[in-house]
């Protein structure tokens, strides 16, 4: 049987498990920057109060993502993928934002604008990062070993065996 024929649940859990916990971590990533870091920039608090709800609403869809995940629901993957698309297109406007002078961190940050610059910078290729990671092990898992591949005994012990037969 090949991995093209296998059903969806004969992937190992571990990948289901472990696209589940990177989607909490950008999850919770989205939920700390939209409740704690955004409140406290310097901008319109009619601007920061939609910033707020809409980071809120994303971490709450991180959640129900990885808990799709887990139980093995079909909507899961895709939902990942979604949030994967969206997350990526927002980090990727905030480096051009970044990168073309319009620093959107040192407006907005109490360090010293270079470190504030770096720092933005890095938490955006990161998330990209986790997001890709994410979407990756959430829409195609990895097979299991086939039985005749797998290993049953340490290579020390097979070439004895072999040798007695």
């Not at 409740?35 to 920061?48: E, F, G, K, M, N």
């Not at 109490?110 to 990062?129: F, K, T």
């Amino acid at each position: 049987m090949t991995a093209a024929t296998l059903p969806r649940n004969a992937y190992r859990r571990g990948t289901r498990g472990f696209a589940a916990i990177v989607t909490l971590l950008a999850g919770a990533v989205v939920l700390g920057a939209g409740t704690i870091a955004a409140p406290q920039a310097a901008l319109d608090s009619a601007y920061v109060s939609w910033i707020v709800v809409g980071a809120v609403a994303f971490g709450v869809a991180h959640v129900v993502a990885a808990y799709g995940l887990l139980r093995r629901r079909a909507w899961s993957g895709t939902l990942v993928g979604y949030l994967a698309m969206i997350g990526i297109g927002v980090a990727i406007y905030g480096l051009l934002l970044t990168l073309t002078g319009a620093d959107p961190f040192g407006a907005t940050s109490q360090l010293p604008s270079d470190r504030a610059w770096a720092e933005g910078v890095g938490l955006l290729v990161w998330m990209i990062g986790v997001w890709l990671v994410a979407a990756r092990y959430a829409l195609k898992g990895v097979p299991p070993v086939p039985a005749e591949r797998g290993v049953t005994a340490p290579a020390s012990s097979r070439g004895t065996i072999a040798s007695a037969a």
